[in-house]
């Protein structure tokens, strides 16, 4: 019996589905449906492709309540701009929860993966960051850093940004793109110590290897987000962080273990903790998150497969409403 199935392109999905309240709050009922406990959701696939400077990640999440669920296959190849083509692309599935078949095709190109990126980060400070936020840093200088700003900006209307990048002219346009899209001061700061004294929140964006944030740079109200770290390889944060910081979380322990910036900590034996708070815990008030002004607090984010259920999910849903899309049958 055939069936019908939308595909969607990339620009299709940049005029339907915007980086708002909605898209975060669809995000953060995925945090919460992870943590209790009912969400199946494998660990990632992930490939390296040394030869290229490539990767490969595949997630994946079934979200009891939600209608369908995604598979997502995400290559990043960092040599691409070198010749023109972007860092990042890939693509969503979208499979019915009911009967298993594809209700839609998202040829996104990454663009829904940035977007469910960047509205994590904000569900990270909704709950984690200090009420008040003046300035914000951003270390890094890609598509993240200007959206994990402009993500948090709906959560915390901050009025002031730092840019940190190791190209000074890079972190530049960072700035100007951030001044311009958020209509509020934003500069690049040469000196990523003093972007990280100036700041209550901070935000690293980066495929580091190497710690880009150090331990004596942190100060009592801080909060720092960390999502480039996403594979064994990387670390962004210098691993007496963890152990230093009132309180950290992990998006997921089983992957922040394996990907993220608390395998480097383990490592460096300098994780005495016992088992982290997840970031679901802390929405559903079961994990300790801020518990006073002056804490400092760090939210750790690999990227799940819940979060590309909900955004692929809310995609379909706002597609429908909008008639955007081809519908072929299959």
């Known amino acids: 019996m055939a069936h019908e199935i939308s595909i969607l392109t990339e620009a299709e999905l940049r005029k339907t589905v915007k980086l708002d309240l909605t898209v975060i709050d669809t995000v953060e009922q995925a945090f919460a449906a992870l943590a209790s406990g009912e969400v199946v959701m494998p660990p990632i696939l992930s490939m390296e492709i040394p030869q290229a400077n490539g990767e490969v990640d595949v997630k994946t999440a079934y979200i009891p309540g939600f209608d369908g669920f995604a598979i997502k296959v995400s290559p990043g190849f960092f040599d691409n701009p070198k010749i023109g083509l ?20 998202f040829l996104d190109n990454g663009y829904l993966t940035d977007i469910r990126t960047a509205a994590a980060g904000a569900v990270a ?15 890094g200088t890609g598509v993240q850093a200007r959206l994990q700003i402009e993500a948090a900006h709906l959560v915390r209307p901050f009025r002031k940004v730092l840019v940190w990048g190791r190209d000074l002219a890079n972190a530049e346009r960072c700035a100007a793109d951030i001044a311009a899209s958020l209509g509020i001061e934003a500069r690049a700061e040469a000196d990523p110590a003093r ?29 720092i987000t960390a999502m480039g770290s996403d594979q064994s390889g990387k670390n962004e944060l210098d691993p007496e962080i963890l152990d230093e910081a009132n309180a950290y979380v992990c998006d997921r322990v ?77």
């Open 125 to 139: 400070a909704r709950h984690m960051a200090p009420e008040t936020v003046e300035t914000a840093g951003v270390i």
């Open 195 to 223: 972007l990280v004294a100036e700041s209550q929140l901070v935000v690293t964006t980066t495929p580091s290897r190497e710690p880009v944030l150090k331990a004596e740079w942190l100060h009592p109200g801080l909060h």
């Open 254 to 330: 089983s992957q922040c273990e394996k990907l993220g910036e608390l395998r480097s900590a383990i490592e460096a034996g300098l994780w005495t903790k016992g088992k982290p708070a997840e970031l679901g815990q802390v929405i559903s008030g079961a994990g300790k998150g801020r518990t006073s002004a002056g804490d400092i607090t760090v939210c750790d984010l690999t990227g799940t497969g819940a979060q590309d259920t909900a955004i692929a999910t809310l995609a379909r849903r706002l597609c429908i409403a909008a008639g955007s899309g081809t519908v072929i049958t299959a």
């Open 86 to 105: 972007p860092s990042l692309n890939g693509l969503m599935i979208l499979f019915s929860a009911k009967t298993g078949l594809v209700e839609a095709l």
